[in-house]
T-cell receptor, first 115, second 114 residues
Framework: DGGITQSPKYLFRKEGQNVTLSCEQNLNHDAMYWYRQDPGQGLRLIYYSQIVNDFQKGDIAEGYSVSREKKESFPLTVTSAQKNPTAFYLC??????????????FGSGTQLSVL | GDSVTQMEGPVTLSEEAFLTINCTYTATGYPSLFWYVQYPGEGLQLLLKATKADDKGSNKGFEATYRKETTSFHLEKGSVQVSDSAVYFCALSEGIGGNNDMRFGAGTRLTVKP
């Protein structure tokens, strides 16, 4: 079955530590996205990538980094510079990088908490 | 900038009750409008969408009509079930350069009791 796989489901970060969240898709989608979800708030875009080896900052990129070395993979690193990392992180993809009516496909999310 | 405003939750209904979740938007152009649903511990799934004024999106008994004159896209269902308990997000996209401009509302949590 095609879909988006995020791992791990739960992740704990210690002070000063970088952690990486995995996102893999087998939908052959060109575009991939990372969103952050906080309680009572809508999703906020962290980074997005339209194509392999290219990515752009979203609305809240500070303290995060990404890479897009393969079409299938778009890992997100939460760096120690992100002072409030506790949130639910969602990865999404869409095909292709075209219009306003293309829906997003989401993974099941990773809950990141600070120890 | 573009934005979406949803009615605050949580909303608690009895089974078979009528559901309305209000959504209004602000946009500079002519966006597409979406409702996504998030079940506990999962990612979001597209519930329905409408791409132009007066379009009605529908799926699984849910409906929403794109009202340009009132800039609204309210979600309705005539008879909710316990399995409809979830968080519902209204969203819009103007597609300027792709879906990176998708804007989500804060979400409305619905609980349906038997």
């Amino acid at each position: 079955d095609g879909g988006i796989t995020q791992s791990p489901k739960y992740l704990f970060r210690k002070e000063g530590q970088n952690v990486t969240l995995s996102c893999e898709q087998n939908l052959n989608h060109d575009a991939m996205y990372w969103y952050r979800q906080d309680p009572g708030q809508g999703l906020r875009l962290i980074y997005y990538s339209q194509i392999v080896n290219d990515f752009q900052k979203g609305d809240i990129a500070e303290g995060y980094s990404v890479s897009r070395e393969k079409k299938e993979s778009f890992p997100l690193t939460v760096t120690s510079a992100q002072k409030n990392p506790t949130a639910f992180y969602l990865c999404a993809s869409s095909i292709p990088w075209t219009g306003k009516d293309e829906k997003l496909f989401f993974g099941s999310g990773t809950q990141l908490s600070v120890l | 900038g573009d934005s979406v405003t949803q009615m605050e939750g949580p909303v608690t209904l009895s089974e078979e009750a009528f559901l309305t979740i209000n959504c209004t938007y602000t946009a500079t152009g002519y966006p597409s409008l979406f409702w996504y649903v998030q079940y506990p511990g999962e990612g979001l799934q597209l519930l329905l969408k409408a791409t132009k004024a007066d379009d009605k999106g529908s799926n699984k008994g849910f409906e929403a009509t794109y009202r340009k004159e009132t800039t609204s896209f309210h979600l309705e269902k005539g008879s909710v079930q316990v399995s409809d308990s979830a968080v519902y997000f209204c969203a819009l996209s103007e597609g300027i350069g792709g879906n990176n401009d998708m804007r989500f509302g804060a979400g409305t949590r619905l609980t349906v009791k038997p």
